[in-house]
């Protein structure tokens, strides 16, 4: 079964870091697109960051360029979120998703396949 566990949130002040982890479990990176999203009660989901596991190429929504890093480990199976200079407005829950992908360039939008169950990212001071 093809699945995707995700992790690493917590409480951090303005300004503070943060590294969420995404174990795929089932499958690699090969032929699939890993993106994190996030969701704020009573808003929509949004995409945040993603890339292809064809080449790597990350993709990231412009509030969080600059700030926030996607990248892989292939030998532990793990997608990484670094999230750093938190800002309030970042407090969400986070999700993993994984979807069959053939493309160097990556792409989010809300069908992918597999998804995590969510890690709460609280910025407050």
């Known amino acids: 079964q093809l699945h995707v566990v995700d992790s690493g949130g917590g409480l951090v002040q303005p300004g503070g870091s943060l590294r969420l982890s995404c174990v795929l479990s089932?499958?690699?990176?090969?032929?699939?697109?890993i993106a994190w999203f996030r969701q704020v009660p009573g808003k929509k989901r949004e995409g945040v960051s993603c890339?292809?596991?064809?080449?790597?190429?990350?993709y990231y929504r412009e509030f969080v360029q600059g700030r926030f890093t996607i990248s892989r480990d292939s030998a532990k199976n793990t997608v990484y979120l670094q999230m750093n200079n938190l800002k309030a407005e970042d407090t969400a829950v986070y999700y993993c998703?994984?979807?069959?992908?053939?493309?160097?360039?990556?792409?989010?939008?809300?069908?992918?396949?597999?998804w995590g169950q969510g890690t709460q990212v609280t910025v407050s001071s």
């Open positions: 089932g499958f690699s990176f090969d032929g699939y697109v």
């Open positions: 998703a994984a979807h069959p992908w053939e493309f160097r360039e990556c792409v989010m939008f809300s069908d992918y396949d597999i």
């Open positions: 890339i292809s596991g064809r080449d790597g190429n990350p």
